[in-house]
Nanobody, 121 residues
Framework: QVQLVESGGGSVQAGGSLRLSCAAS????????MAWFRQAPGKERELVAR??????TIIYADSDRFTMTRDNVKNSVYLEMNNLKPEDTAVYFC????????????????WGQGTQVTVSS
């Protein structure tokens, strides 16, 4: 079993930056594909970034502004978000999958509780 706990959300003005963290429990973290999703009110949950167990593959919805990293020693993943826009306002979720290249929400086995990011104009 893996538990995920996000932190680092908050309120910023447009153009600002935030760094989200996700701490994982469990011995299998280093073998898991990790991802950040977000969900805005009234919208579906969408992928923000996904990183393979070795960090060799990182998939972004917006690579110009977001950077995802992981630390397998600290059992953590991070999401650096720069030049934030009001449309980035959402609850951000950390997720873990035992699949190598998960493409569906259903392929993610573990989810955090989410952290709110609010960007004002």
């Amino acid at each position: 079993q893996v538990q995920l706990v996000e932190s680092g959300g908050g309120s910023v003005q447009a153009g600002g930056s935030l760094r989200l963290s996700c701490a994982a429990s469990g011995r299998t973290f280093s073998s898991l594909t990790m991802a950040w999703f977000r969900q805005a009110p009234g919208k579906e949950r969408e992928l923000v970034a996904r990183i393979s167990w070795s960090s060799s593959t990182i998939i972004y919805a917006d690579s110009d502004r977001f950077t995802m990293t992981r630390d397998n020693v600290k059992n953590s993943v991070y999401l650096e978000m720069n030049n934030l826009k009001p449309e980035d306002t959402a609850v951000y979720f950390c997720a873990a999958s035992r699949a190598v290249r998960p493409r569906l929400l259903q392929q993610y086995d573990y989810w955090g509780q989410g952290t709110q990011v609010t960007v004002s104009s």
